[in-house]
Nanobody
Framework: QVQLVESGGGLVRTGGSLRLSCAAS????????MAWFRQAPGNEREFVAR????????SYADSVKGRFTISRDNAKTTVYLQMDSLKPEDTAVYYC????????????????WGQGTQVTVSS
């Protein structure tokens, strides 16, 4: 079992940057496919980015491609989401998720979830 704790959220102006971190505990982190999702009020949880266990494969939602970067440090059992050129529509609670299986862009594919961290982008 892997436990996830997100941090790094906050309030930022349009065009600004934030770096989210997701610290994991548990022995299976280095073999887990990890992802970030987000959920705005009244909306369903949506895929943002994912990364393979070794970090060699990444994919992004079209809405964040070119602005967000997902990465991981298996020695520190942490996954990151660097968010640049932020827009008001990026405002949401951001969740870290993981699975020992092959991850997808679907939330139901993930077994472990953090509690979320709020990101608010002001216009």
């Amino acid at each position: 079992q892997v436990q996830l704790v997100e941090s790094g959220g906050g309030l930022v102006r349009t065009g600004g940057s934030l770096r989210l971190s997701c610290a994991a505990s548990g022995r299976t982190f280095s073999s887990s496919h990890m992802a970030w999702f987000r959920q705005a009020p009244g909306n369903e949880r949506e895929f943002v980015a994912r990364i393979s266990a070794g970090g060699g494969f990444t994919s992004y939602a079209d809405s964040v491609k070119g602005r967000f970067t997902i990465s991981r440090d298996n020695a520190k059992t942490t996954v990151y989401l660097q968010m640049d050129s932020l827009k008001p529509e990026d405002t949401a609670v951001y969740y870290c998720a993981g699975t020992p299986s092959i991850g997808t862009t679907q939330a139901r594919a993930y077994d472990y979830w953090g509690q979320g961290t709020q990101v608010t982008v002001s216009s």
